[in-house]
């Protein structure tokens, strides 16, 4: 079975091919191939890859391309996990949204409209491309605003494009553990958007175990989420949300830290890997020993300003180990072309699954999957709170579509000022202006 990665070259390929190379069966993945625009990137990876998979005999072979054409044919999945304008091209989202005293993070508010409309242009493309070239291949999603991109990819390929995240597994695993229940036996009654969910049941045994959670603030407080919101607010919500709501929730507090911290999430994480890729691609060092230790510095200081704002303290050693969204990704190759039939939370179609947002909209949601896709289980309504904020944020990702689609910069516009972390008409105005002056990927936005 062949898995193509577009992004190959990018900091968190090794993951998945770690989690490659602890499947041993029958129809696993034999052959590898990297695509990304940087060649020298391709190279530092591919020597990481090299290094892990040494003394592994049945290792999947790697190839490593500049040509997505010759990427995608043949390819019976395409991991997509591109980043269009790089890591400068976030710091630079951060930065303009913070000078505007407004949140900047890479998916969530201003910067994350500015990354999603460089960036549905190119992954528009990309499902044209596998229309044409890999019909038959199945497509699952890592490029974020992921749920965005993946609704966007949907229009050119149906349900055969998967997004997936890795935030709610983590979720999913923290809640278990704090009822002392083993995180493989628990279902997650869990919808929303990509970054925008809330787990309102957790199902062990046929018995719901998160309302005696909710009313034991010391468990309650055991974990990240808790830690962040506090047990009172998570008792006053019914239910536990994914952390990338405390930027709604806590948003003048998030701005506020992020303003004071000494660089931004994007700027860290550009001048990280930058030595990172610079010493590799040099040969400098063994490339392996280098990349785990850049990933332990990147996992520890992960929402750093967040849980110092909310007096968190360090992440937990549990949620430093690897098992996100690489793991998702091969239970869903499995799934798929196995028949292993999974319980997976994913970015599909909703269907009727949920009464808002409309049928075509991608939501967040726990899927069965098999040899046909992904199908979306039945779950509980949002309630009215969650409803909203997700139906507007929804509006928001929808005018973010039809501007990269039509080149409306009155729709960009929209996106920005709909937005429920934006504050006034006028500030969307001056965002736009910035980022389309920033960002050349933007060009097609320009008066």
């Not at 929804?394 to 990269?404: L, P, T």
Request: with cysteine.
């Amino acid at each position: 079975m062949r898995l193509t990665i577009l992004g190959g070259g990018g900091f968190r390929v090794p993951l998945v091919h770690r989690a490659l190379l602890g499947d041993h069966a029958e129809g696993r993945v034999t052959q590898v191939t990297l695509h990304d625009l940087d060649a020298g990137r391709l190279s530092a990876i591919g020597r990481v890859l090299a290094e892990q998979a040494e003394g592994i005999a049945d290792a999947p072979r790697i190839t490593v391309t500049t040509d997505l054409d010759a990427a995608l044919k043949g390819a019976d999945f395409v991991f997509s996990a591109i980043r269009v304008g790089g890591l400068e091209g976030r710091a630079a989202d951060e930065r303009i949204a913070l000078e505007e005293g407004v949140l900047g993070q890479e998916t969530v508010g201003a910067g994350g409209i500015a990354y999603g409309l460089r960036t549905v242009p190119v992954a528009v493309d990309i499902a044209r491309r596998v229309a044409a070239l890999a019909p038959d291949a199945w497509v699952i999603n890592f490029t974020n605003p992921a749920g965005l991109v993946t609704e966007a990819m949907s229009r050119h390929l149906g349900d055969r494009v998967i997004g997936i995240c890795d935030s709610p597994v983590g979720l999913g695993r923290r809640v278990a553990r704090a009822v002392g229940a083993d995180p493989a036996e628990a279902w997650m009654d869990y919808a929303g958007l990509n970054h925008l969910g809330w787990l309102r049941g957790l199902h062990v045994g046929g018995r719901d175990r998160l309302p005696r959670l909710l009313a034991d603030s010391g468990a309650l407080t055991s974990f990240e989420e808790g830690k962040l919101f506090g047990a009172d607010w998570l008792r006053a919500l019914g239910a536990i949300p994914n952390e990338y709501l405390h930027y709604y929730y806590f948003s003048r507090e998030a701005v506020r830290a992020a303003q004071d911290a000494r660089q931004t999430r994007g700027a860290f994480l550009r001048d990280q890997q930058r030595g990172f890729y610079a010493r590799t691609e040099r040969g400098v060092g063994p490339a392996l020993a280098a990349w785990e230790h850049t990933r332990a510095e990147r996992e520890s200081t992960y929402m750093a300003e967040n849980r110092e704002t909310a007096g968190a303290g360090a992440r937990d050693a549990c949620d430093l180990e690897s098992g996100g969204y690489e793991h998702v990704a091969l239970a869903l190759m499995r799934a798929i072309a196995r028949n292993e039939r999974a319980t997976l939370i994913l970015n599909v179609r909703n269907g009727a699954t949920l009464p808002v947002p409309d049928a075509d909209a991608v939501v967040e949601v726990p899927c069965l999957v098999d040899a046909n896709g992904a199908h979306p289980l039945p779950v509980s309504p949002l309630p009215g709170h969650a409803t909203g904020l997700v139906c507007q944020v929804k509006a928001v990702e929808r005018e973010v579509m039809a501007a990269a689609d039509s080149g409306s910069r009155a729709a960009a516009l929209k996106a920005f000022a709909l937005h429920p972390l934006v504050d006034s008409v006028q500030v969307a105005r001056r965002l736009l202006d910035a980022y389309v002056g920033e960002h050349p990927g933007l060009a097609y936005l320009r008066p």
